[in-house]
């Protein structure tokens, strides 16, 4: 009976003289449960909307003024061309124009030296 020797519990480990703490796993609701329950909900909102289509007045949508659209319209030109901008060039194109940029900075900008022995 070699088996019994090597027992081993599956659950958790209880200390003596300290009570059940009272913490325990919420169960995991089925799928089953679960479209049950939203079947039941689309059932009641239809009957709810049903009866109060004929009640309820039909809610205007929002409706932008002559300004909002024109601002709008040019934000959308404005990013369109900014993208054509930035997609125009390849990388190397803007690697070569960030070097001349900085050839054309001052001496002021440069990293001064840290090393005192030369």
Do not use: C
């Not at 050839?103 to 090393?115: W, Y």
């Amino acid at each position: 009976m070699a088996g019994d020797e090597y027992f081993a519990s599956k659950g958790s480990l209880k200390l003596k003289g300290v009570s059940d703490t009272g913490l325990k796993k919420k169960k995991k609701k089925k799928k089953k449960d679960l479209e049950k329950q939203m079947e039941a909900s689309i059932r009641r909102e239809e009957e709810v909307t049903s009866d109060d289509e004929k009640e309820t007045p039909v809610l205007a949508e929002r409706r932008h003024t002559e300004a909002e659209r024109r601002f709008k319209e040019r934000q959308r030109k404005m990013e369109a061309d900014r993208i054509l901008k930035k997609a125009n060039k390849t990388h190397k194109e803007k690697v070569e124009e960030f070097n001349r940029h900085l050839d054309s900075l001052t001496e002021h900008f440069d990293i001064p030296k840290v090393s005192w022995t030369k």
